[in-house]
RNA sequence: GGCGCGUUCGUCUAAUGGCUAGGACGUCAGGUUCUCAUCCUGGUAAUACGGGUUCGAUUCCCGUACGCGCUACCA
């Protein structure tokens, strides 16, 4: 028997930004369509029209494509980018298109008797919950509208009289949900409330909804986060209720705040493209999102996505929640941004340099200069402005080395002064060229490493730590160099 | 409250019914060095608790505690 293509879907709600987590979901969904040489979609989920946000999707696209997630069908982004298409043979991909689809299923639904009309209001709803929450009952639907005879109900609703389909689910028994990460997970029936499908407006819930559409699209794999694992058992009602063949689902652990809670926009940034925004590379995002909550058991760090889609395993995905832990991403972006190559690495540097600057070869090397030490892009300019001053404030750090004295000093520099004036302009700016001759020339002063390089590493930064006084010469190039010389010296004869 | 899910170093995790429970981030110490960063070496630190089953349990079972999720005409 031939197997069957594997197709995943990634379904967000246009009400906002794309949540960190949900990128995780959406990690695994590629790692396994990748994996199989499957397909990936996107569906997008606007049932609910009071939370829609004009331009979300288009705004999820562009995130995604930052990223560089193109999924092969479904919504996308048109060419230049301003409006949205869909693409593929399951059209249409916006839930809201689908409204008389989802209509159809409901009515079938009906016919088998599987839901029913509900014609209870608002306000009755929320009374018995009140009073349900005051008597210390388990809240939920009464069944009121359950017993009303479909012919009735039929002849109500086309007498206009406002109504919703809710599902009639079984009230004994128990449901077994088979998840792929979890394994098997019992609910008792008589404890799960008829879930309306079908809302005022004619719009499905995302319970039929999601169901359907996953269906119609052949979607063989629901990854969804853990939060929908208390309702999997109206899903598989509905499946069943159709006879379709039930697709696998895998409740994905939450991302978790450092305090355990469910990562939240109080505690730090959630969206996506807000750590794009900040400099954080998506391939750090990825190799970290990826490695969160699941582990190919293997001592290795760094991964590739395509190192990582063939040993990809939803049963060896955690049960258990994942604190979003900063430093580690920290630190992976940190060596991607040193994997990356020079010309990329500097284009996303520079934006964080003084624009006033116009000697952007000058900005190039100070790019380079600080390039191991950056966690993000953004950190350099805290790092360098001592570098675009055009003069320093030598009061804070000693340019004396420990007890030497100020003369010393000052005969140090002057004699740096002229090797650097007798030397080419391609050594200055060569450092280890420069630290090579430099070294050789002290030594053959008889002078200290220390007393020489330590006051002429803070001429050049006035700084207590700082990039070596060979690097920093080399960035400054010969002609600023020497200027931060004489000013240096000129402050210790005050 | 009810139902469900979960619990290995501070964090992300690995492992097995049986070696000193492994790796990474962080942190600390040492080395390199003019300082810092990098780099190298080393250290620190965990099976929530209580019962079983077993020759032996972190691993299997039960209970307790704690955490989280759900309990909408939101997804």
Redesign the pocket.
């Known amino acids: 028997m031939a197997q069957k293509r594997i197709r995943v879907r990634a ?3 246009p ?1 906002g930004y794309m949540h960190i987590g949900n990128l995780r979901t959406y990690i695994y969904d590629v790692l396994l369509a990748k994996q199989n040489g499957g397909d990936f979609i996107l569906r997008i ?1 606007d ?2 029209q ?2 829609f946000v004009p331009d979300a999707t288009e705004s999820f696209c562009r995130t995604l494509k930052r990223l560089g997630i193109i999924p092969n069908e479904g919504v996308w982004l048109s060419e230049d980018g301003q409006s949205l298409v869909q693409r593929g043979d399951f059209g249409p991909y916006i839930q809201s298109e689908r409204k008389a689809k989802h209509q159809a299923y409901a009515q079938k639904l009906l016919d088998m008797d599987k839901a029913y009309f ?1 014609f ?3 306000e009755r ?1 929320d009374q018995m ?1 009140l009073m349900q929450e005051a008597a ?6 009464d069944g009121l509208c359950r017993k009303i005879d479909p012919a009735e109900a039929k002849r109500r609703v086309e007498a206009g009289e ?3 389909i809710r599902l009639k689910l079984p009230k004994e028994g128990s449901v077994t949900v088979n998840d792929a990460i ?7 029936w008589k ?1 799960i ?1 008829d ?2 499908i079908i ?3 004619g ?5 039929l ?2 169901m359907a559409d996953d269906h119609d699209m052949e979607i063989t794999h629901i990854l969804r ?7 999997a058992p109206k899903h598989m009602f509905i499946y069943e209720a159709f006879g379709w063949e039930l697709p696998v689902f895998a ?1 994905l ?2 991302l ?1 705040n ?5 990562l939240s926009k109080r505690q730090g940034d959630v969206s996506v493209e807000s750590y794009l925004d900040k400099g954080y590379l998506p391939e750090s995002l990825f190799n970290f999102l990826a ?5 190919p ?5 760094i991964y590739t996505v395509d190192e990582l889609s063939p040993l990809f395993e939803l049963s ?1 995905i ?8 900063l ?2 991403l ?2 992976l972006n ?1 060596h991607y941004l040193r994997q990356r190559p020079v010309e990329d690495y500097v284009s996303m540097v520079l934006p964080f340099l003084p624009a006033d600057e116009k000697d952007l070869d000058f900005k190039r090397r100070i790019a380079l200069l600080f390039r ?2 950056l966690n993000l892009p953004s950190e350099i300019s805290a790092l360098s402005s001592f570098m675009f001053q055009t003069s320093l404030d030598y009061s804070n750090v000693p340019l004396t ?1 420990k007890d030497h004295p100020k003369e010393e000093a000052i005969e140090r520099l002057k004699t740096v002064k002229s090797w650097i004036e007798s030397m080419n302009e391609s050594i200055v700016e060569d450092a280890k060229k420069l ?1 090579e001759t430099i ?1 050789n020339k002290i030594q053959d002063n008889g002078w ?3 007393d ?3 006051p ?3 001429t050049l ?1 006035a ?9 920093l010469m080399a960035a400054y190039g010969k002609e600023r160099s020497i200027k931060r010389i004489d000013e240096a010296i000129v402050y210790l004869l005050k």
């Not at 986060?225 to 309702?231: D, H, I, K, Q, V």
């Not at 450092?258 to 469910?262: F, H, I, S, V, Y």
Request: hydrophobic fraction near 25%; charged fraction near 30%; proline fraction near 6%.
């Open positions: 379904a967000p709600s009400t989920e049932t609910d009071a939370r509900c209870c209001t608002q709803l919950r210390h009952q388990p809240t939920g639907y406002p109504s919703v979890r394994g098997k997970v019992t609910f008792d404890l409330d879930q309306v809302k005022h407006d719009m499905a819930t995302y319970h909804a999601a986060g853990e939060e929908w694992l208390s309702s409740h652990p939450l978790l450092p305090d355990r809670t469910k490695l969160c909550g699941w582990n058991s293997d001592k290795q760090e060896k955690n049960k258990s929640g994942a604190i979003f832990n430093e580690k920290n630190w940190n191991e030490r080395w630290e070294k200290g490493n220390g020489t390089l330590w002429l590493r803070v930064s700084q207590e730590k700082s990039p070596s006084p060979f690097e």
